[in-house]
């Protein structure tokens, strides 16, 4: 007989042993849900029948589920665990009766919720049974840089385990933030992506890094495609385009650029490109520096007393007070602008000062009524 024979019949001898080992499981729990309802009849009065009620009514109610059935039934909560990460069946009615067979898990769930983050392998798998989680503050946060450590730290059950918890916009920000702190290490721009798309799952929100990040991973997979293909000047263009476009650190993406262009013989068009680019930017900042020089320049040429309301206006109240004290130097009599000069000192602080104008505005407009009234007669 040959070895793959052999071992043929071995493996369905022992899927009969496990086979028939489960069904004397689940045979032995019927037994027990039975002799529970007789003693219930026998003695209604007993305080434990509450308690190995709750027992055999959860276990019952989880061997449902197939793949947890062995676990359930040799009450083993490490291989309950591993067979509820590997299920694909979602019951979010059980959590309760989880508790009531595995009691150990309410200390598992508190010690994570206070921020023992070496139980997330423990308590990841239990949305599949409805348990809802807060996250700790500063998961988010923690969550980046183990991430970044392990990529394989996020699978589909991560997803949904923070998918269902409450404060899940909370985690979205926390990531964004993180993330917006290492948008200038361009070679963890794959997993950062990673990540603020993650953020969108949780919140819906979309931001302006995750934006920048997926046009450089389409960029990236482009020119990655382009390494070993024929490319047209006019394709070449638009790619250099699109990387001069984008805000984000860009080295590797020039250095892919680059060596497709070299490949193809298309070095001169990408340099042209490039060349514009640079002159277009240049242009763009002169702009932005003649820009100010000019409103300077008009500002300038304004008359004093209009520069004197424009600097009040913009809250620039000490440099409408040099301007007011210069003008008063020439006309020493204006109530309107010692009046100003005034409120101006009240708005810095300067009480004595706004004291001693307003005295001087007194003096005056008593003086000019006087002359009047001299005038007059």
Known sequence: MSIKKILLILLIFLSLILT????????????????????????????????????????????EIEVLREAVLDENFEKFIAKLTEANEVREDLFDECLVLFPNLKDEIATFERGDFTKLGTVCPLWKIGYKPRLPQDFGSWFVKAFLKDPFLLDWNLVFFLKNSTNRETVARRIREECEKLKNEEDSYPALYRL???????????????????????????????????????????LSQQLNALTLKKDNLKNLLMHVAERTGTKQVLKDTTKKSLIEKILKNRLLLILPALALLIIFLL?????????????????????????????????????????????????????????????LSRMIKKDQTRSRV
């Open 20 to 63: 028939s080992l489960i069904a004397a499981s689940l045979e032995e729990l019927e037994k027990s849900w039975l002799e529970l309802i007789d003693r219930i009849v026998r003695e209604p009065g007993s305080d434990q029948l509450i308690d190995l009620g709750k027992r055999i009514a959860a276990k019952r109610r989880l061997a």
């Open 196 to 238: 603020v798309s993650l953020a969108k799952q949780l919140d819906g929100a979309s931001s302006k890094l995750e934006s920048e990040l997926s046009t450089y991973m389409e960029l990236l997979t482009h020119l990655q495609r382009l390494a070993n293909e024929n490319v047209s000047k006019e394709e070449l263009n638009e």
């Open 303 to 363: 008359p004093r007393k209009l520069k004197i309301k424009l600097f009040t206006f913009l809250r620039a109240y000490k440099l409408a007070i040099k301007l007011c004290q210069k003008e008063l130097k020439i006309k020493p009599m204006n109530i309107e602008l010692r009046t100003q000069l005034a409120m101006l000192y009240e708005r810095t602080g300067e009480m004595e000062r706004a004291f001693q104008e307003y005295k001087i505005v007194r003096d």
